[in-house]
T-cell receptor, first 110, second 111 residues
Framework: GQQVMQIPQYQHVQEGEDFTTYCNSS?????IQWYKQRPGGHPVFLIQ?????EVKKQKRLTFQFGEAKKNSSLHITATQTTDVGTYFC??????????FGTGTRLKVLA | DTEVTQTPKHLVMGMTNKKSLKCEQH?????MYWYKQKAKKPPELMFV???????INESVPSRFSPECPNSSLLNLHLHALQPEDSALYLC??????????FGQGTRLTVV
């Protein structure tokens, strides 16, 4: 079946450092979504990428979709304590089914 | 209104109890989902309703019974659960292949 793996599993950074999480799918994806889940919270949608090689920015967050549409990345510039949480990518498997990646847990040390 | 409302927020139930989780959205989304999330794990899809019909059941045990009374409501009926079913149960809704909006979840403990 489809698998969506993320690396790293955990990342601790000093506030102000950059952070990147990588998402790899075993199959080609029509699109990919990214979610953030704060500790004790629920997943919140960040962005959806659709086109091969697409790059989108949201303030300090930069999202990329690979040329082969099998991988994606999220890069945060100059992390802040508000960036703490687990970042999940999610890829579609059928019409209504999205498979969540394994997630990367980010801790930011002040 | 971009909220998905889940009740209750917390639930403790015995293995012989029957309880229900409720979910409501008013965004006009025709797809609604139940996910189960264990600590430090990604959300795991359980059921999908599209246009009020069950379209996906991810081989979930029959002690979990979903129901979609109308396009805004989604229930999950629980009966004879096991301690290993303790988890965060998340409801979500979406348009077709668009972003999912998640509720705050029900933290379920089975004793």
């Amino acid at each position: 079946g489809q698998q969506v793996m993320q690396i790293p599993q955990y990342q601790h950074v000093q506030e102000g450092e950059d952070f990147t999480t990588y998402c790899n799918s075993s199959t080609t994806l029509s699109n990919i979504q990214w979610y953030k889940q704060r500790p004790g919270g629920h997943p919140v949608f960040l962005i959806q990428l659709v086109k091969s090689g697409e790059v989108k920015k949201q303030k300090r967050l930069t999202f990329q979709f690979g040329e082969a549409k099998k991988n994606s990345s999220l890069h945060i510039t100059a992390t802040q304590t508000t960036d703490v949480g687990t970042y999940f990518c999610a890829g579609p498997w059928g019409t209504y089914k999205y498979i969540f990646g394994t997630g990367t847990r980010l801790k930011v040390l002040a | 209104d971009t909220e998905v409302t889940q009740t209750p927020k917390h639930l403790v139930m015995g293995m012989t109890n029957k309880k229900s989780l409720k979910c409501e959205q008013h965004m006009g989304h025709r797809a609604m989902y139940w996910y189960k999330q264990k600590a430090k794990k990604p959300p795991e899809l359980m059921f999908v309703y599209s246009y009020e019909k069950l379209s996906i059941n991810e081989s979930v045990p029959s002690r979990f019974s979903p129901e979609c009374p109308n396009s805004s409501l989604l229930n999950l009926h629980l009966h004879a659960l096991q301690p290993e079913d303790s988890a965060l149960y998340l409801c979500a809704s979406s348009h077709l292949e668009r972003e999912a909006f998640f509720g705050q979840g029900t933290r379920l403990t089975v004793v």
